[in-house]
């Protein structure tokens, strides 16, 4: 990625050259092949693809959740700078290249150590899961769960406002100091209820509640209190995606991994959880890697987007520029193969053949096979990144040779 | 142009028997469910061939030879590798013979369980209603007794003899097979392949032989070949305490009856019986772990 | 030989007759409570529903997940059995439908007509395919059951079935589990054709598809219905699919039929605001972006006791006094406030729209007065009380009487059932 000379937000996080490969039977498979991309601060990117090219992966790379083995990282970096963190050692806080002028100092997120790696997990960078039922631990009151995401990451909050100073000593204030990070020993427990510790606990408890009330009422649950009380099972789909996003707003995050957080739900329910991402995301500024496989709500949410095909970025670029010029084939093809209030009935243009199994591929494009306009260099190397217009790539061969892929294919296979 | 058609000259019959294949070499490629495959086929080896292995004693076989010349003997004595027990019984006849009484045990008693546990779940699966409610309680019933000690009970009411131990098994052993198959008959009959095996207007026994028998075998199977080693330990544990005829060659018996020489020093006649016990149950309980995971047909063929 | 079946069943067939007439079908699943599994109540899954299809058309069935969909494309392939209602099936005994083209009380003969023309495909492409079958075996499973074929008659059929689909005799001898969802979906609707059949009722074919597979299954649906003049019921929740394959389509909430119509009359003039909805809901490629997205507020009310009048009157954006407001509103007001709910001691509840309910303490009583008076409430709700008065402890409410809602005609064969426009007003 070539930095833009257009005056550009600061760059929290990035993806550079990402290599993820999984252990099979039959070889290595090369889910996410040389993935590279930026997030910009209060941006919203959209990562489009079809199962399997490796969206997801990428998605998780950034909290670390792919599980190793059978995965393995084969190279590359998740680069993320979280706003408050310490500053550049590069630039001392003033904004360079090296830290995408945010001025705070660049974390590498796949080599990150476990501990500091869980600091930055739920607070720093969240993620909304595609389905909540399964995300949701079933034993566990949405209250309990919500307050679990406050004592991992808010403990200090909590404490001041139960009336514990951060001078304070004696076994009390240490007893609370331990409840308010969930480090609370069988002992505590036992004393919580006994009369010297049980005011400052329950002061303790309202603090907690009265968070985790504020978060659930900013997604607009009707009632928080009676959700607080509830169990995930005793909620519809669409109040627990809303638990989900108050889970992943309660920390106040710079960057959510938003993993189809809506392919679950009903149309009607859809937009009002993409309503609400969207509202909150523009009022906290929060950066969103959206990941999905809708065309049509990605346009309708994101300010660019991405899109990956069989483990690579095929083309990036703004949502107007990807949308209204698509330039990558497999874009095109893509986006044609919708169908949409404008085609008529009858044939959609669909992409021919189908997506290539990804053990140990040789070089050249993935899309090569399925192509119109496959040429000879096609399947002798890998295509690079080619600017077709500021912020807007297409990692074709095309591009190179100043042909652009006429859309028109598109639409003589439509009748 | 037929004939040179690769394809034609494929069958259904070639293709379930690759697969086959590919389920066993699946099998081996695991190398616990290999090491514990190699035991298995030893172990039967020793069975089968028991009679060319050591001569088998007259008129009963399956009695231990008394050699009254060298009791006591330990391993290494010329004629006895492994030592002979008080009686001056031969060790190894003991233990080479009683992989037979524990193969003919085992295999009795899992195929009449199976069958007996198949047919009472699948009419509790079919059937429903008040006949599945009554079948049910009574497998929950079964179930809510331990195995060894239900076995245990059985087995002192029916009086001691190997007979009985199998008699008991076998009552004691189907119920596991009954919960599974009514199980998986509730499963794979809310399954889409089933709804449109009705909506072609397939019968109702079509179904039950094409699309839930086939499918539900895999945790039959699987259940069978822990078993197989589980049937074993039980049989013995039964024979250890005496639910059995004395001076058998069977290992539970002489683990037993070797017991007491343990506090003299005479460890060899009950180690190695107790050895072979040991052997059988793991070897059975490594295949059939492998086994779940290599014939369930989503992934196999998959990563 | 294939095509002198196709010949002679496209002589009986003409385009425009109706195929299967579902009319006023409802399935109610029984909620069972307790050891002694007695039925304390009825989930209205399928209400009163009536439709056609027509020999060679496409029906499009959409509405939300628990609107009742499935459970009314699985009364008419036959796999649920209706509470009420009749669905009735053209097995070519001549004459208009009527009791005799009952599916449920044909003569053997003629069910199994209707059996072997009425197919599906399911929506998950790996579950509706026992996965111990070949592709051979599950293919040429109709035909057996038939005894249309065997030996190497069946496997010819079974090749020709798979081409028509778009694979090949190179897959008659593998697993489910060796092909793609694209593929599998494939195989499914190969096994649907084998019988030749005048319908598939199509339960969500492509929503676990990605785009470029689904529009090759569109695309595969599209040419075999030309070819082979097949109606389908497709049922789907994604309206731009409906949009581009259903000649008409049925818009279903909660149990019932809100709207149906010609397809482009649909999508261009929808009448009922649950459609408008629906429609607004979804984002497509076409639409401008800077719109800001329409939501629709509220929740699905349960379904097994839905509201009365008009069922979507509880979320409706454009409700009137009409609609059929009664008590179960102000319970479900209730429910959503938790105060006032816990101390509610008792509903009087004369008839559906007349009753008083008892609070706890005379507080709680003045607020949901208060409320019922206030604009926590629609507008149209408050009109449609007749009357409202506090009495202690008790709040006696009253609603008007209004007339049924039911699919009033709005043009040419369209129709939806909405209080607004109703009789060309």
């Known amino acids: ?415 | 142009m037929a004939m040179t058609d690769p394809i034609l000259s494929e069958s259904a019959a070639k293709v379930r028997l690759r697969r086959q294949g590919e389920v066993l070499r699946s099998l081996m490629t695991n190398p616990t469910t290999a090491l514990g495959m190699i035991i298995i086929i030893l172990l039967l080896g020793m069975a089968i061939f028991a009679p060319y292995l050591m001569p088998p004693n007259i008129p009963d076989p399956y009695q231990m030879p008394r050699d009254w010349g060298a009791t006591r003997m330990p391993p290494g004595t010329p004629g006895h590798p492994l030592g002979t027990t008080n009686q001056g019984g031969d060790v190894l006849y003991g233990v080479v013979w009683g992989s037979r009484s524990s193969l003919q045990m085992s295999l009795i008693v899992v195929s009449v369980t199976v069958v007996i546990g198949v047919v009472i779940g699948s009419i509790a699966g079919i059937v429903g209603g008040w006949i599945d409610e009554a079948l049910m309680r009574v497998v929950d019933i079964f179930l809510s007794i331990p195995e060894l000690i239900f076995a245990l009970a059985v087995a002192a009411i029916l009086g001691p003899s190997f007979t009985n131990i199998i008699l008991s098994l076998c009552i004691v052993f189907w119920v596991k097979y009954a919960r599974i198959m009514r199980a998986q008959i509730i499963l794979i009959r809310q399954s889409d392949y089933v709804q449109a095996a009705r909506v072609m207007g397939d019968s109702r026994f079509n179904i039950f032989r094409r699309d839930i028998l086939p499918n539900a075998s895999t945790p039959i199977a699987v259940q069978a070949t822990l078993d197989m080693g589980n049937i074993v330990l039980v049989g013995a544990t039964l024979s250890f305490i005496g639910l059995s005829e004395s001076g058998i060659a069977e290992w539970g018996v002489l683990v037993s009856e070797g017991q007491a020489g343990i506090a003299s020093g005479r460890w060899w006649a009950s180690t190695f019986p107790g050895l072979m016990i040991f052997l059988w149950a793991l070897a059975f309980n490594l295949v059939g772990d492998g086994l779940r995971d290599a014939l369930d047909p989503r992934t196999e063929g998959k990563r | 030989m294939m095509q002198q079946r196709l010949s002679e069943k496209s002589a009986q067939r003409k385009a425009g007759d109706t195929l299967l007439s579902v009319r006023n079908l409802c399935k109610h699943f029984p909620i069972r409570e307790g050891i002694l599994q007695s039925t304390v109540g009825h989930v209205r899954a399928v209400d009163g529903v009536s439709f056609d299809i027509r020999r060679g058309e496409t029906v499009g069935l959409v509405g939300e997940s628990g609107c009742g969909k499935t459970t009314l494309s699985q009364c008419v392939a036959g796999l649920t059995t209706p509470t009420s209602g009749e669905i009735l099936f053209d097995t070519g005994r001549g004459g208009p439908l009527g009791q005799e083209d009952r599916i449920d009380a044909m003569p053997r003969d003629r069910y199994r007509t209707y059996r072997r023309n009425t197919q599906m495909v399911f929506q998950d492409n790996f579950a509706s395919l026992n996965p111990r079958e070949l592709v051979i075996d599950c293919i040429g499973r109709p035909l057996r059951v038939y005894n249309e074929a065997s030996g190497s008659e069946l496997t010819e059929r079974v090749v020709e079935l798979l081409e028509q689909v778009g694979l090949g005799r190179q897959h008659l001898y593998r697993y489910p589990h060796q092909f793609s969802g694209g593929q599998r979906q494939r195989i499914s609707i190969a096994r649907a054709l084998a019988l030749d059949p005048e319908l598939i009722v199509l339960d969500e074919p492509t929503s676990a598809l990605d785009v470029s597979v689904q529009a090759q299954i569109l695309n595969l649906l599209w040419d075999l219905q030309k070819h082979r003049h097949l109606a389908y019921l497709f049922v789907t929740h994604d309206l731009s699919v409906v949009r581009h394959m259903a000649d008409r389509t049925v818009t279903m909430y909660l149990g019932r039929v809100v709207e149906q119509g010609p397809t482009e009359t649909i999508f261009g003039n929808a009448a009922h605001p649950y459609t408008k909805a629906l429609l607004a809901a979804k984002p497509d490629l076409d639409d401008d972006p800077s719109v800001p997205i329409a939501t629709l507020e509220g929740v699905v009310p349960d379904p097994a006791r839905p509201p009365k009048g008009c069922r979507f009157h509880t979320r409706c954006p454009v409700a009137t006094p009409d609609c059929g407001w009664e008590v179960d509103d102000i319970v479900r007001l209730l429910e959503a406030d938790e105060t006032l709910f816990q101390s509610l001691q008792g509903v009087a509840r004369k008839t559906d729209l007349e009753a008083g309910l008892t609070f706890a303490d005379e507080t709680a009583a003045a607020a949901l007065h208060a409320a019922l008076g206030s604009d926590r409430v629609p507008l149209a709700m408050r009109t449609a009380t007749e009357t409202l008065d506090l009495n202690g402890k008790t709040v006696n409410i009253r609603f008007r009487e209004t007339e049924e809602v039911s699919l009033t005609d709005r043009g040419e064969g369209h129709q939806a059932a909405c209080v607004l426009g109703r009789g060309g007003q």
């Open chain 1, 1 to 415: 990625m070539t930095a833009h000379d257009m005056p550009k937000a600061p760059v929290i996080a990035e993806v550079r050259d990402l290599r993820v490969q999984f252990d099979s039977k039959r070889g290595n498979v090369h889910a996410v092949d040389g993935v590279g991309f930026q997030i910009r601060d209060g941006e919203m990117l959209g990562l489009v693809g079809e199962t399997g090219c490796g969206k997801s992966v990428t998605g998780r790379a950034f909290l670390n959740l792919i599980p190793r083995p059978p995965a393995k990282i084969a190279g590359g970096r998740v680069l993320f700078r979280p706003r408050g963190g310490a500053p550049c050692p590069d630039c001392a806080g003033e904004g360079c290249e090296a830290c995408g002028r945010t001025g705070t100092e660049t974390v590498d997120l796949l080599t990150l150590p476990p501990k500091p790696m869980r600091a930055i997990r739920g607070a720093r960078i969240a993620m909304i899961f595609q389905d909540p039922g399964k995300a949701l631990n079933p034993t566990l009151t949405i209250g309990a769960q919500l307050a679990e995401v406050f004592l991992q990451h808010r403990s200090e909050a909590l404490l001041a406002e139960a009336g514990v100073s951060p001078e304070e000593t004696g076994w009390q204030a240490n007893a609370l100091r331990r409840m308010a990070r969930e480090e609370d020993r069988w002992l505590d427990r036992r004393l919580k209820g006994l009369p010297p510790l049980s005011s400052a606990a329950a002061k303790l408890d309202a603090a907690l509640d009265a968070h985790v009330a504020a978060a659930l009422a900013e997604t607009q649950i009707p009632n928080p209190a009676r959700v607080m009380r509830a169990y995930p099972h005793e909620l519809s789909g669409g109040m627990r995606q809303r638990v989900m996003i108050a889970q992943a707003l309660a920390c106040d995050p710079d960057l959510i991994i938003a993993d189809e957080p809506t392919t679950a739900l009903d149309v009607t329910i859809q937009a009002r959880i993409l309503d609400l991402i969207k509202t909150l995301q523009r009022k906290r500024r929060t950066s969103v890697l959206y990941i999905s496989h809708d065309l049509s709500l990605v346009r309708r949410v994101c300010d660019r987007v991405a899109v990956m095909y069989a483990g690579r970025i095929a083309e990036i670029g703004t949502v107007a520029q990807v949308f209204a010029d698509p330039r990558h084939p497999y874009t095109q093809g893509l986006i044609a193969a919708v169908p949409r209030a404008g085609t008529g009935r009858g044939h959609l243009a669909s992409i021919p053949g189908s997506v290539p199994e990804l053990v140990d591929p040789p070089p050249g494009c993935r899309f090569a096979d399925r192509c119109a306009h496959v040429m000879a260099e096609c399947t002798r190397a890998n295509p690079v990144a080619r600017e077709v217009a500021p912020g807007h790539q297409s990692v074709c061969f095309l591009e190179k040779t100043g042909q652009t892929a006429a859309p028109a294919t598109s639409e003589a296979s439509t009748t």
